[in-house]
């Protein structure tokens, strides 16, 4: 196996942004998911109330928080291009006792939307357990992951379980 050098770093080994200039504008879209698992009585009684909280709406909130993120991902990760999305969409299911928070991102630009996606769903899962912190602290943000991109130098897809 050959080691990639770090895309963040230049010759000397320092931080830098990835130089994009020469690359082409194509579609690029990212999938990635968040898990938030709650105890049984914090998932019963979101069922119970029509997924509200004290707080109020609970998915439908972490939905506008996350496409918020999503939009913001440059100004919280460093090296981040700043990207005018084209489109975010988050969807949020109550699976069991867990919030499947799924944030899909879009934009036709010089480089992909993997953050913007990881972000959004992160940033989704985090207002859940905002809205819901009350009813329990043993609520546990679970894995996020990369489940798919593409329209860069390499599409990439996982392998989802149904």
């Not at 357990?129 to 990439?156: N, Q, W």
Request: net charge neutral; aromatic share 4%; proline share 4%.
């Amino acid at each position: 196996m050959t080691s990639k050098p770090f895309s963040h770093l230049d010759e000397e080994r320092r931080p830098t942004m990835v130089d994009v200039s020469d690359k082409a504008a194509t579609k690029r879209t990212a999938v990635a998911e968040t898990t938030v698992r709650f105890p049984a009585q914090v998932a019963d009684a979101l069922r119970a109330n029509g997924l509200r909280s004290a707080k109020g709406p609970v998915f439908d909130t972490a939905i506008v928080a996350g496409v918020m993120g999503a939009k913001r991902t440059h100004e919280l990760i460093p090296f981040c291009h700043p990207l005018a999305l084209e489109s975010c969409k988050i969807t949020i299911d109550l699976v069991g006792d867990a919030a499947v928070v799924r944030c899909t991102v879009s934009v036709h630009h010089k480089t992909g939307v993997e953050m913007e996606a990881l972000t959004g769903a992160s940033i989704a899962a985090l207002t859940i357990y905002d809205m819901c912190k009350a009813l329990s602290h043993e609520i546990v943000i679970g894995e996020t992951r990369l489940l798919a991109k593409d329209g860069g130098k390499h599409d990439f897809t996982v392998a989802v379980s149904a």
